[in-house]
């Protein structure tokens, strides 16, 4: 095998997002319940047998020292490979939205290199490389819905009922970093129940981040207020700008103002790349 091609790294929806405390070290101690959605980037991999690792960008330019091309290095030093790779990645999945593009990248390159460089990494082998990339990447890495605590490693399968959303995308975007460094971050949300949250899977909790979100960048509630011209109650994913509506069978919205992006997204039942490792 020299080559896979349309690769699949999905987007995630956080249904909420509550910070329940902090480490010592600085780190976050967050809860919540990522699901998968099919909003996907397509990456296509082939093998170099000089060791290089590049990168073409099929659609927009991205950061020189991307996560793709991170993960690609780590997953060679951990494994010691002396193959190489040529990535081609056609973005779809808009940047500093919330919605773990970038992790999910990371997380399918790791699963497509193991499969194509014939490494036969176990899972918790990639997990582990994953958790040095990014707090999301090994919530991709295990393919389910999940309930996720701790800075994010701590992930627990879950089966979601089959939900449509309408996904909102303002033009300005927010960096993770200046949300959780903001003084005025709620960093004190009581441990949820996850039998409370079963009884109201689409309605249950908040996003903590939103609040400081909505400071830094305005154009959140324009895109909320969008959502509730439409008849939505939305709710801000991750840590933004990107906020997202349930929507039921036959929902048709107005067209949004020029400075959205919106897209009606499924969920996922799975990753589509779940069991490429073992």
């Not at 939205?97 to 899972?123: C, E, F, I, Q, V």
């Not at 249950?204 to 909320?224: M, S, Y």
């Amino acid at each position: 095998m020299k080559s896979i091609v349309d690769v699949c790294a999905p987007a995630k929806i956080n249904l909420f997002l509550h910070i329940v405390g902090r480490r010592t070290d600085g780190y976050h101690l967050l809860e919540s319940v990522f699901t998968l959605i099919d909003w996907c980037d397509t990456l296509h991999f082939d093998v170099r047998s000089d060791g290089a690792i590049s990168r073409e960008d099929l659609t927009q330019p991205l950061p020189v020292d991307d996560l793709v091309v991170r993960a690609a290095r780590a997953l060679q030093h951990a494994s010691g490979t002396s193959l190489g790779a040529h990535i081609g990645i056609a973005k779809q999945i808009p940047s500093q939205a919330g919605l773990g593009g970038g992790s999910s990248d990371a997380a399918s390159t790791l699963l497509a290199l193991n499969r194509l460089w014939k490494l036969n990494l176990r899972l918790d082998q990639l997990q582990a490389i994953g958790v040095q990339l990014g707090a999301d990447v090994p919530f991709f890495l295990g393919g389910h819905n999940a309930w996720v605590r701790g800075i994010g490693e701590q992930i627990e399968p879950l089966d979601l009922p089959p939900a449509r959303f309408l996904v909102v995308k303002p033009h300005q975007g927010l960096a993770t970093e200046r949300i959780f460094s903001h003084p005025q971050l709620k960093r004190d949300t009581q441990a949820a129940i996850l039998s409370r949250f079963v009884a109201d899977v689409f309605g249950f909790g908040q996003n903590d981040l939103q609040p400081v979100a909505r400071q830094l960048c305005p154009e959140i509630d324009l895109a909320l207020d969008w959502l509730s011209q439409q008849g939505l109650s939305g709710r801000m994913t991750g840590s933004g700008s990107a906020v997202f509506a349930r929507v039921l069978p036959g929902f048709e919205a107005s067209d949004p103002p020029r400075s959205m992006l919106s897209r009606l997204r499924n969920t996922l039942p799975v990753h589509p790349l779940h069991g490429w490792a073992g």
